[in-house]
Nanobody, 112 residues
């Protein structure tokens, strides 16, 4: 059974940083690209970032480019998202995604 479990979300002040994690199980993590996707209150899903299976190809949405860093540890079956210089508009539930599988999400709130 594929499981994706996100963690690391919390409330932070503007300009702060957070690191999200996504623990994967039930599939061969190192064989697949992974994504982070977010959903802000009252809005639809927004793609944030992709990383290929070995971490050599990475893509970001313009809204997070130069502030967020996606990475992965294939030995630990874990996906990460380092978020720096957070803005109120980054407030959302953040999900990791593989194919049709989604985690439960982790809430990030950026507020003073």
């Amino acid at each position: 059974e594929v499981q994706l479990v996100e963690s690391g979300g919390e409330m932070v002040q503007p300009g702060g940083s957070l690191r999200l994690s996504c623990a994967a199980s039930g599939f061969t993590f190192s064989n697949f690209a992974m994504s982070w996707v977010r959903q802000a209150p009252g809005k639809g899903l927004e793609w944030v970032s992709d990383i290929n299976n070995r971490g050599g190809r990475i893509y970001y949405a313009e809204s997070v480019k130069d502030r967020f860093i996606i990475s992965r540890d294939n030995a630990m079956n874990t996906l990460y998202l380092q978020m720096n210089n957070l803005k109120p508009e980054d407030t959302a539930i953040y999900y990791c995604n593989h194919d049709q599988y989604w985690g439960q999400g982790t809430q990030v709130t950026v507020s003073s």
